[in-house]
């Protein structure tokens, strides 16, 4: 049970797992299901439980199987400039690419600024000086000990998963490899045997993907691109396009009401100086 | 039980500093034998990868030093003319026999017999760099060859450090006077007559000879002089051993890996850098190469300048991290996404 990375988990311990089948239920679906049945958890053996769902109204902490907690994989190391943005403290999950924003576009918005001339800013300076090229160890530090603080051992998924590529398709997205090798994390450590190779299942999450930029792949070992792939679209968007439709549905809000979570604030008003600087 | 082994540092053993680390972060320099000053000016000779890093180099900073820039060309003449290409306009130096030859000559001490070749279509070019310049007057190869000398002992003189770039075993030579090419005569120009040309692959202690008689040399002209060498990790284009190119490959680098060796253990001022094991080695086994496995990509070139930078010219005073972009390396966690939003996934 966990959020929207439950699918692909679940399918990913299905697929290498030797003597487990596993199902997956998100974070919406458990009220559906214990409103049908209310010992709906108990038919199964046992369950691995988002630990931030604990907080969770309506989670059934007397109702559930033998179970342990895993916590959320996030990670901004590949995609250090998407963020979310708040308009009147309600998240935009309606946007061009789903809940994801570009920070620097959002910089350049509330610095009035056009698309084209934001623009200008996607580049080797701006992410140097705004520590996009120092997330993706930061964020592997991290989340090697937010897992280990569960008991798993994350530490070779990155060197695995991360091989040449971007292992996430957004900031909290991880695609199928990366979930495969969580879900080989977890069987070890649950003492269940699984199969090193597996076909891989359908990538859930993949419906969307935000790009690496070259400038940041070139630090990772991973070719990059500026191309925004929407939400449901196959074709993408260069970035042009991109800030072109991006301001235009900025447009909806006064530039005021739009925000970033606490947690990013000094990146974005780092930014927002940094191009009054260079102007 | 003890080992001579037990109390070493993580860079000794294979699985602490290679097999678990990401290929991206893979990191061989455990030391340099000296730091770029800000103040040091950096040449660079040697084969296709040099150019590389000698493109990296001037964005790094200032210390890419140039005598042959073609400042009075315009710029699209410049760079074809090979103007900037390396510090001074010698092409490709794929072998240490070629930059023995090119100081001997520039200091006078050997004047070869052939001194300019038919171009291939037309004109004439310069027969220990013919991929610089088609001239039209056989006279006027000799004329800019005395100038580019000139340059070249301008810039052994007074460059700082020289980042040299080993390429190749495999050359060709006239038969008459020894002379040393670049490329096989009737490739860029000149004609193949085998009365005149002959093959030649060095073996390690030949590159190891060379290479030391144009050290010594050169730093007795220059006490200032460093040198960085490197071994292109670009595999043959073609082998002229009547054997598979892959065999030939492996061969020329490991006599040139060889020869580096001995270098550094003979020299103090003379450092190597591991471009080449960055690039080859099975921990970035094959990420590294463009489709043809030959070319380097853009993400090999900058995991090697990336190190060179951090280790020869940051070294401990990289700038520390701004605060207000390291205070968020948590995530901004979204870890229950929407209802109508997981819809899309379930």
């Given amino acids: 049970m ?6 692909s988990l679940a399918r990913g311990i299905s697929a290498v797992a030797e003597t487990v089948e596993c199902e997956a239920c998100d974070a919406w679906q458990m009220a559906e299901r214990l409103a049908a049945d209310p010992d709906y958890f108990r038919r199964f053996d046992f369950m691995l439980v988002l630990a931030n769902l604990r907080d969770f109204p309506g989670f059934p902490a007397d109702r559930l199987p033998a179970h342990v907690d895993v916590p959320c994989f996030s990670f901004t190391g590949y995609h250090p400039d998407c963020c979310y943005v708040t308009a009147d403290g309600e998240r935009i999950t309606d946007g061009l690419i789903g809940p994801y924003h570009s920070m620097i576009a959002l910089a350049g918005y509330k610095e009035q600024l056009g698309p084209a001339v934001t623009a200008r800013f996607f580049n080797d300076r701006i992410y140097e000086q705004a520590g996009y090229y120092r997330q993706w160890q930061a964020q592997r530090d991290q989340m090697i000990e937010r897992f280990a603080k569960f008991g798993y051992d994350i530490g070779g998924v990155f060197r695995k998963a991360g091989r040449g590529r971007s292992f996430m398709h957004t900031i909290d997205h991880p695609d199928i490899v990366l979930m495969i090798e969580l879900a ?22 993949a419906n969307m993907s935000w790009p690496v930029y070259p400038e940041v792949g070139e630090q990772l070992g991973v070719a990059g691109d500026y191309r925004f792939r929407p939400t449901d679209r196959y074709a993408s968007l260069g ?36 191009i009054r600087e260079a102007l | 039980m003890t080992t001579p082994y037990k109390d070493l540092p993580d860079h000794h053993f294979w699985r602490r500093s290679i097999a678990s680390v990401e290929a991206h972060r893979i990191d061989p320099v455990v030391r340099t034998r000296f730091r770029v000053a800000p103040t040091d000016r950096i040449a660079t000779a040697g084969s296709c990868f040099a150019q590389h890093i000698a493109r990296r180099l001037q964005k790094i900073g200032d210390y890419y030093f140039v005598v042959e820039d073609g400042a009075h060309l315009a ?42 070749w038919p171009g291939r279509d037309g004109g004439w070019v310069d027969p220990f760099r013919p ?93 200032r002089l460093r040198v960085i060498l490197t071994v292109s990790p670009v595999p043959l284009a073609a082998t002229f051993e009547d054997r598979s190119v892959l065999i030939s490959t492996t061969y020329s680098k490991a ?27 099975s921990p970035t086994g094959g990420l590294y190469y463009g489709p043809d496995d030959r070319e380097v990509n853009p993400l090999g070139v900058a995991h090697v300048m990336r190190l060179f930078q951090r280790h020869y010219i940051d070294g401990d005073d990289a700038p520390a991290a701004n605060a207000a972009v390291t205070a968020d390396a948590t995530t901004d ?7 109508s939003l997981i819809e899309r996934w379930r």
């Fill in chain 1, 2 to 7: 966990s959020n929207c990375q439950t699918l």
């Fill in chain 1, 184 to 205: 080989k994390v977890i069987l070890r450590r649950l003492g269940r045997p699984y199969r090193e190779a597996a076909p891989l299942p359908v990538d859930t999450l």
């Fill in chain 1, 239 to 274: 970035l042009n396009e991109y800030l072109e439709e991006v301001f235009a549905s900025f447009g909806r809000w006064d530039r005021s009401q739009l925000r970033v979570s606490w947690q990013v604030q000094p990146r974005l008003q780092h930014i927002r100086r940094l």
């Fill in chain 2, 75 to 116: 710029q699209a003449d410049r760079a074809a003319r090979q103007y900037g290409l390396f510090s001074a306009r010698y092409g490709n130096i794929y072998t240490a026999a070629q930059i023995w030859q090119l100081w001997r000559e520039a200091y006078g001490e050997w004047v070869p017999e052939e001194n300019a």
């Fill in chain 2, 131 to 223: 991929t610089v310049e088609t001239f039209e007057q056989r006279e006027a190869v000799s004329a800019d060859r005395t100038a580019h000398l000139a340059a070249v002992r301008r810039l052994l003189e007074s460059c700082d450090i020289l980042v040299f770039t080993l390429g190749l075993t495999e050359a060709w030579r006239s038969l008459r006077d020894g002379a040393v090419y670049p490329l096989a005569p009737g490739v860029a120009g000149g004609v193949y007559d085998p009365a005149r040309y002959g093959f030649v692959n060095y073996s390690a202690t030949d590159v190891e000879e060379d290479l030391d008689h144009f050290l010594v040399a050169a730093k007795q002209r220059n006490p």
């Fill in chain 2, 255 to 281: 006599a040139l890996r060889v020869a580096a060796e001995a270098m550094i253990r003979r020299h103090d001022w003379v450092d190597y850098f591991p471009s080449y094991e960055i690039i080859t080695g």
């Fill in chain 2, 333 to 339: 966690d979204a870890v229950i996404c929407d209802e």
